[in-house]
């Protein structure tokens, strides 16, 4: 029976690198729409804005309904939608009047499909009838960040070898990745979570004061992951000079492995790390990051800066849920959502302020980038007053962990 399960994982995994399909390639085009659309940054910034905002809909959306319309409708509707807004991608800002709307209509729709996977992939990993749950957990949460290497290293060996002005036809390619997941959804066992919807609710979670500052941390984890991220690209290649293969190499990939190593040596070591004292050196290493991407004059630092930003991300968004998972035990489909929403309210804020502040400075991505301090400076304090927090209340139950 456990064998069975294993296609179920392999559906959660593929439904991750899908995610990160959608959430990483339109990046990758930013000046490529800016030159050949003529669309200015401020309004490239709206991409992601709106990518993350329609995500955060769909999270409060799923703590509500998922449990009564059902965990494999959903998982297939997220797939579909992914599919088709790939496909979107590639042809409405061409069939439409205004491009910027084609793109933008575009990236609500796969949204749409990632907020659906987001949200659910990890409660139905958590259902599967593993015995080592946490490492199959943690495994999700680094497919994210592989399905990025994988986007972004075949995206420009692709851009290579045919050139980036067939950036229409990869889009399509990269749809065929949700489309066999839909078969996966389909057939998989799936096995419904144990609170099948009895869980804490959303009302008993907003009256819990640490869930309020695990909501806070999630916006900063959000911000500080994804202004980095989904800058990266541009970054490298108007600040740092590089060409558009080495900047997305240099920039995105890598941000994206460091970022997978780091969540691996969470899953491995995480019982023998203090978790809350791993974030707080984490979110210190994300401020000094922003800082030397944003104030050094030197290409090499300022690129160290973007690639160990990574790193230091990386623990934030899977530790704050290790650490509601371990507290609220019975938080079920509501919290991972609002979790989830949380974290994409600070990925549709983040890089809005990022592109918002580099147009109003002369297109200066570096000002940008300095703006962006703003995020790791309120996750430390808020892990400050969520450690405080659990040191009054006494020792965590047990409880999952990922």
């Not at 959804?185 to 500052?213: E, N, Q």
């Amino acid at each position: 029976m456990v064998q069975n399960y294993r296609k179920t994982l392999l559906a959660c995994y593929l439904g991750f690198v899908t995610q990160a399909i959608t959430a990483n390639f339109a990046p990758l085009l930013f000046l490529k729409f800016h030159t050949d659309y003529n669309i200015p940054l401020g309004k490239i910034a709206l991409i992601p804005g709106t990518f993350f905002v329609t995500q955060l809909i769909i999270d409060v959306l799923c703590a509500r309904f998922a449990d009564r319309i059902g965990y494999r409708r959903c998982a297939v509707a997220s797939e579909v939608c992914s599919a088709a807004g790939l496909v979107g991608l590639a042809f409405l800002p061409e069939l439409l009047p205004d491009p910027f709307t084609g793109i933008l209509l575009s990236a609500v729709i796969y949204a749409v499909g990632s907020g659906l996977i987001e949200v659910l992939g990890s409660p139905i990993v958590e259902a599967c009838p593993f015995e080592h749950k946490e490492a199959a957990m943690s495994l999700l949460h680094s497919f994210y960040c592989w399905g990025t290497v994988g986007v972004i290293l075949l995206s420009t060996l692709f851009f290579a070898v045919f050139g980036i002005g067939s950036w229409k036809i990869l889009a399509c390619i990269w749809a065929v990745v949700p489309l066999y997941n839909v078969c996966n959804f389909a057939v998989c066992p799936m096995a419904h979570p144990a609170d099948s919807g009895r869980g804490t609710g959303i009302g008993g979670l907003l009256h819990m004061p640490m869930f309020w500052i695990a909501l806070i941390l999630m916006v900063c984890a959000g911000a500080s992951e994804l202004s980095m991220a989904q800058w990266a690209s541009a970054y490298a290649e108007s600040a740092l000079g590089l060409s558009k293969a080495a900047g997305d190499l240099a920039g995105p990939c890598m941000f994206a492995v460091t970022m997978g190593v780091s969540r691996m040596i969470y899953g491995k070591y995480g019982d023998r790390l203090d978790l809350m004292k791993y974030m707080q050196g984490s979110g210190l290493l994300c401020l000094l990051c922003y800082l030397a991407a944003s104030l050094s004059d030197a290409p090499a630092v300022g690129l160290a800066g973007c690639i160990l930003c990574g790193f230091s991300v990386g623990i934030l968004w899977p530790g704050t849920i290790s650490i509601c998972s371990g507290r609220i035990p019975a938080g079920g489909t509501a919290m991972f959502a609002l979790l989830a929403m949380a974290g994409d309210l600070g990925g549709a804020f983040g890089p809005g302020l990022v592109g918002g502040v580099s147009q109003r400075t002369g297109d200066n991505l570096q000002r940008g980038m300095l703006a962006g301090c703003v995020f790791p400076l309120v996750l430390m304090a808020a892990l400050f007053i969520l450690r405080g927090l659990r040191q009054s209340q006494g020792p965590k139950p047990e409880g999952p962990s990922q």
